[in-house]
């Protein structure tokens, strides 16, 4: 069993460039949810969904988007980068929000 | 300001000491969980209290929820170098929809 999987690990941008993170789990979890980790912050909630086709804002959402076509997969976009999102990222899954949350092993990112 | 506090920030210790870390909000939580995070890695999901005045033990750890809960603590026995690591409380919130809302963590050290 995977569970949660994120590419890439690693990532350097350059201002204004856009990507996705990508996020895919293999529990058949309804609800996923994106978090950014700084120092001193703790993790905080970006985006989550709480199944296809519906997602819905978190704590820090400017800047980034989400969408959930399957089940499986809930990627982040970030647009046009900036330095302020340099920041590790974390996706996570969990059957309900009621119940465990399994994190992957997060994007190190970097904008330069 | 934000609504789970969590201390102490860091903490650094000598094998076979005894430690405890503490998570206070003024809001009352629906459930709390504690997770621990090693560097590279994303959280992994210790305990989670649901019931004001609960207590649970993980061996060497000692988990309680405030009587109100508001507030909770972990406790750890006879500290190991294994112990290392990021300890975060998160907490769901019944008006914050039960998305989980995590603490700043508490950098744990733990020299031989």
């Known amino acids: 069993n995977a569970g949660v999987t994120q590419t890439p690990k690693f990532q350097v941008l350059k201002t204004g460039q856009s990507m996705t993170l990508q996020c895919a789990q293999d529990?058949?979890?309804?609800?996923m949810s994106w978090y950014r980790q700084d120092p001193g912050m703790g993790l905080r909630l970006i985006h989550y969904?709480?199944?296809?086709?519906?997602?819905d804002q978190g704590e820090v959402p400017n800047g980034y988007n989400v969408s959930r076509s399957t089940t499986e997969d809930f990627p982040l976009r970030l647009l046009s980068a900036a330095p302020s999102q340099t920041s590790v990222y974390f996706c996570?899954?969990?059957?309900?929000?009621?119940?465990?949350?399994?994190f992957g092993q997060g994007t190190r990112l970097t904008v330069v | 300001t934000q609504l789970l506090e969590q201390s102490p920030q860091f903490l650094s210790i000598q094998e076979g000491e005894n430690l405890t870390v503490y998570c206070n909000s003024s809001?009352?939580?629906?459930?709390l969980q504690w997770y621990r995070q090693e560097p590279g890695e994303g959280p992994v999901l210790l305990v989670t209290?649901?019931?004001?005045?609960e207590v649970k033990k993980l061996k060497r750890l000692t988990f309680q929820f405030g009587d109100a809960r508001k507030d909770s603590s972990l406790h750890i026995t006879a500290a190991q170098p294994g112990d290392t690591g990021l300890y975060l409380c998160a907490g769901k919130y019944m008006e914050y929809g039960n998305k989980l809302v995590f603490g700043a963590g508490t950098i744990l050290r733990v020299k031989s």
């Open positions: 969904s709480v199944g296809a086709g519906i997602t």
């Open positions: 996570a899954s969990s059957y309900s929000t009621f119940t465990e949350a399994f």
């Open positions: 529990m058949n979890h309804e609800y």
């Open positions: 209290v649901v019931t004001g005045g």
């Open positions: 809001s009352v939580f629906s459930s």
